[in-house]
Nanobody, 115 residues
Framework: QVQLVESGGGLVQAGGSLRLSCAASGRIFSLNAMGWYRQGPGKQRELVATITRGDSANYADSVKGRFTISRDNAKNTVYLQMNSLKPEDTAVYYC?????????WGQGTQVTVSS
């Protein structure tokens, strides 16, 4: 059984920073693309950022220049450094990973940005 466990969410004031982590565990034979998605109140889930095993990153336009995705392949972990946070970044953030050629999701971590 493969699990993705997120951490690092919380409450922060606008302009502040948070760092999310997501660790994959279990019987992992192949770990390819990893990423972060978010779902704000009353909104659909949307892509935030993805990163390939070779560290090629892709970002949503709304977070470019403020968020940085990175990964540690030795630890099967992906990170999301979020700077200059805005109230509109408030959402549940979900980790996603292609593990053993299947798509897995974490349970989500709440990020709340106060104005």
């Amino acid at each position: 059984q493969v699990q993705l466990v997120e951490s690092g969410g919380g409450l922060v004031q606008a302009g502040g920073s948070l760092r999310l982590s997501c660790a994959a565990s279990g019987r992992i034979f192949s770990l390819n693309a990893m990423g972060w998605y978010r779902q704000g109140p009353g909104k659909q889930r949307e892509l935030v950022a993805t990163i390939t095993r070779g560290d090629s990153a892709n970002y949503a336009d709304s977070v470019k220049g403020r968020f940085t995705i990175s990964r540690d392949n030795a630890k099967n972990t992906v990170y999301l450094q979020m700077n200059s946070l805005k109230p509109e970044d408030t959402a549940v953030y979900y980790c996603n990973a292609a593990v053993n050629y299947y798509d897995y999701w974490g349970q989500g971590t709440q990020v709340t940005v106060s104005s």
